[in-house]
């Protein structure tokens, strides 16, 4: 089954412990992208990778780090986390030859920094 | 920059009752558009999408039409179920991403 996993699902942490959110897509997708969600803001582009060592800000790219070393993993790095972190994370990928602008979405990670 | 913008929620319908959620964007050049639906506990999934003027995207008896000379891509349904309740989000392609609207809620009752 076509899937993008993300993990953890839910994760409830404090001011400063770095996190990694991991997603890891089935697909042989070459881009893949981080969203946050915020209430009344939509979704925003974090980071997003074209392909293996080719990773690029979005528009929200302050205090996150990501890593693109294999095709199917795009890993979500919280150095440290801060309250104004905590939102719905989403990973997404597509297929930019034959489905230009069709993301794939993970189920999302509810991030809780306290 | 490229921007869209939705109808506030939520959007309150009594099933069958006929469904408009007001979309308008803003952009440079002709992206293509889309609209997003995500259900509870879900992300987000392909709706429909229209890639150029005057196209007419369907899916699951929902249709939207890309109006040029509005700048508008209006997603409607004629006869809506309970199971259609879920957020939507309207969306345009916009340099490497998605730019996405705030969503609009939809709450079907039986």
């Known amino acids: 089954e076509a899937q993008v996993t993300q993990n953890p699902r839910y994760l409830i942490t404090v001011t400063g412990k770095k996190l990694t959110v991991t997603c890891s897509q089935n697909m042989n997708h070459e881009y893949m992208s981080w969203y946050r969600q915020d209430p009344g803001l939509g979704l925003r582009q974090i980071y997003y990778?074209?392909?293996?060592?080719?990773?690029d800000k979005g528009d929200v790219p302050e205090g996150y780090k990501v890593s693109r070393k294999e095709k199917r993993n795009f890993p979500l790095i919280l150095e440290s986390p801060s309250p104004n972190q905590t939102s719905l994370y989403f990973c997404a990928s597509n297929d930019r030859q034959m489905r230009p602008g069709e993301l794939f979405f993970g189920e999302g990670s509810r991030l809780t920094v306290l | 920059g490229n921007s869209v913008t939705q109808m506030e929620g939520p959007v309150t319908l009594s099933e069958e009752a006929f469904l408009t959620i007001n979309c308008t964007y803003t952009?440079?050049?002709?992206?293509?558009l889309f609209w997003y639906v995500q259900y509870p506990g879900e992300g987000l999934q392909l709706l429909l999408k229209?890639?150029?003027?005057?196209d007419k995207g369907s899916n699951k008896g929902f249709e939207a039409t890309y109006r040029k000379e509005t700048t508008s891509f209006h997603l409607e349904k004629g006869s809506v179920q309970v199971s259609d309740s879920a957020v939507y989000f309207c969306a345009l392609s916009s340099f490497q991403k998605l730019v996405f609207g705030t969503g609009t809620r939809l709450l079907v009752s039986p």
């Open positions: 990778s074209m392909n293996v060592e080719v990773t």
């Open positions: 229209a890639t150029k003027a005057d």
């Open positions: 952009a440079t050049g002709y992206p293509s």
